[in-house]
């Protein structure tokens, strides 16, 4: 089966970019999925096809794909991006969603 | 918009079958081209797919849960529902309902969740 990979944790000062990835074989061939979820609440999109932004999301988060490596970027850090963040894609070879294990932000 | 609400008991005894329902509101559960998903995390871990099921009856389900899942929609009650056969403790975790927004092109598909239900947890324990 499908298997993508997240880094447990990234750390980040207030105001810089925060970057998590996704690795996955030939990730750059499928569509990625990032959603936020912060302690106690269900995961919110915040993006979507790669690169989408959803209604509502700030602009400071954006997203890219190729190759074997999708990344989620997150500009000019807020205390309130803390939060676990996890990658998504449909793996057609065995129809059904795979998850990344998740990405734990700090904002230090 | 459209909101989902996980409903169930929270409490299902070992080897006995654990069964939710998910109740859409703002809009109807037939319209668009949606599948609704079941996906669940326990306490502490990642998220983990469970299954779909588009409002045709069509389902997909996570290879590792196929044998023991069964997912279906009663479009009059504007509802979808989970069953979860032979639970053991490591099926204890908080349960997610959501849209699952379904496109295909050649040989792939994008495939993504949006909004979420609340979440509810069901614990499986005599």
């Known amino acids: 089966s499908y298997v993508l990979t997240q880094p447990p944790s990234v750390s980040v000062a207030p105001g810089q970019t925060a970057r998590i990835t996704c690795g996955g074989n030939n990730i750059g061939s499928k569509s990625v999925h990032w959603y936020q979820q912060k302690p106690g609440q269900a995961p919110v999109l915040v993006v979507y096809d790669d690169s989408d932004r959803p209604s509502g999301i700030p602009e400071r988060f954006s997203g890219s794909n190729s190759g074997n490596t999708a990344t989620l970027t997150i500009s000019r850090v807020e205390a309130g991006d803390e939060a676990d963040y996890y990658c998504q894609v449909w793996d057609s070879s065995s129809d059904s969603v795979v998850f990344g294990g998740g990405t734990k932000l700090t904002v230090l | 918009q459209v909101q989902l609400q996980e409903s169930g008991p929270g409490l299902v005894k070992p080897s006995q079958t654990l069964s939710l329902t998910c109740t859409v509101s703002g809009g109807s559960i037939s319209s668009g081209s949606y599948y609704w998903s079941w996906i669940r995390q326990p306490a502490g871990k990642g998220l983990e797919w469970i299954g779909r099921i588009y409002t045709s009856g069509s389902t997909n389900y996570n290879p590792s849960l196929k044998s023991r899942v069964t997912i279906s929609v009663d479009t009059s009650k504007n509802q979808f529902s989970l069953k979860l056969s032979s639970v053991t403790a490591a099926d204890t975790a908080v349960y997610y309902c959501?849209?699952?927004?379904?496109?295909?092109?050649?040989?792939?598909?994008?495939?993504?969740?949006?909004?979420w239900g609340q979440g509810t947890l069901v614990t499986v324990s005599s």
């Open positions: 959501a849209r699952n927004w379904a496109y295909y092109y050649g040989s792939g598909s994008r495939n993504w969740f949006d909004p």
